[in-house]
């Protein structure tokens, strides 16, 4: 376990390292940026794909309707949803709010992490099993943190307040919600990761899972609010 979470700090710090340095970029490097990482989850999405409907694949009918459905969905999702969102964010917000909502979303899955693996106790769902009650708890618990953090670091319009507050387990939730989508996909198509190129996280969409989810959700909010 420890060797694990090793991996996972160094290759949670290199990427939000580098996150940093794309984030406060110029926006033509951010915006090509995203269509990098869009097209990288992709690929992981249709690895998915492949495993659930792989007896379509083997068939004599390579350009099956059900097929072609299955794939568009995680490209127009990302492609014309989340990107174009983000970049929204990025312009009408500023990077240092988007940098924000991301923030609620990291500390969300290392809440359910630490808390998960050292309380322990009852699973939250069969969907996926390492999941506990106690680890969602802590997700729910560590997304304040970055609240606290960007009130302090005061650049962002941020208080703390109730609204603040309410909105951070928002985002929290459907990150977790996001995540326990992902896992039931993993479930079901038998694998474990979506990729291998993260050391300790497994593919870019393992780690990114709720953030693709709730970083739309978010723009959400702030359009009713």
Do not use: W
């Given at each position: 376990?420890?060797?694990?979470?090793n991996?996972?700090?160094?290759?949670?710090?290199?990427?939000?390292?580098?996150?940093?340095?794309?984030i406060?970029?110029?926006?033509?490097?951010?915006?090509?940026?995203l269509?990098?990482?869009g097209?990288?989850?992709c690929?992981?999405?249709?690895?998915?794909?492949?495993?659930?409907?792989?007896?379509?694949?083997?068939?004599?009918?390579?350009?099956?309707?059900?097929l072609i459905g299955?794939?568009?969905?995680?490209?127009t999702?990302?492609?014309?949803?989340?990107?174009?969102?983000?970049?929204?964010?990025?312009k009408?917000?500023g990077?240092?709010?988007?940098?924000?909502?991301?923030?609620?979303?990291?500390?969300?899955?290392?809440?359910?992490?630490?808390v998960?693996?050292?309380?322990?106790?009852?699973?939250?769902?069969?969907?996926?099993?390492?999941?506990?009650?106690?680890?969602?708890?802590?997700?729910?618990?560590?997304?304040?943190?970055?609240l606290?953090?960007f009130?302090?670091?005061?650049?962002i319009?941020?208080?703390?307040?109730?609204?603040?507050?309410?909105?951070?387990?928002?985002?929290?939730?459907?990150?977790q919600?996001?995540d326990?989508?992902i896992?039931?996909?993993?479930?079901?198509?038998?694998?474990?990761?979506?990729?291998?190129?993260?050391p300790?996280?497994?593919?870019?969409?393992?780690?990114?899972?709720?953030?693709?989810?709730?970083v739309p959700?978010?723009?959400?909010?702030l359009?009713?609010?």
């Amino acid at each position: 376990m420890e060797n694990e979470l090793n991996k996972r700090i160094i290759t949670s710090v290199i990427l939000f390292s580098t996150f940093l340095i794309i984030i406060y970029a110029h926006r033509l490097i951010f915006g090509a940026s995203l269509l990098i990482f869009g097209f990288a989850v992709c690929i992981e999405f249709n690895n998915i794909f492949k495993k659930l409907v792989g007896d379509l694949y083997t068939s004599s009918v390579k350009f099956n309707l059900k097929l072609i459905g299955l794939m568009l969905i995680p490209f127009t999702y990302i492609f014309l949803i989340f990107v174009i969102i983000s970049f929204d964010i990025y312009k009408s917000e500023g990077p240092t709010f988007l940098l924000f909502i991301i923030s609620i979303c990291i500390f969300t899955d290392i809440g359910g992490y630490v808390v998960g693996k050292t309380v322990g106790g009852k699973k939250l769902t069969k969907i996926s099993p390492n999941k506990t009650l106690s680890g969602s708890i802590g997700s729910f618990l560590f997304s304040i943190i970055p609240l606290i953090f960007f009130i302090e670091l005061g650049n962002i319009n941020l208080n703390f307040n109730i609204i603040n507050i309410i909105f951070c387990l928002l985002i929290s939730l459907v990150s977790q919600t996001g995540d326990l989508f992902i896992s039931f996909l993993k479930r079901k198509a038998k694998i474990k990761d979506t990729g291998n190129i993260l050391p300790g996280h497994g593919g870019i969409l393992d780690r990114t899972d709720g953030i693709i989810f709730a970083v739309p959700f978010s723009n959400l909010l702030l359009n009713l609010f």
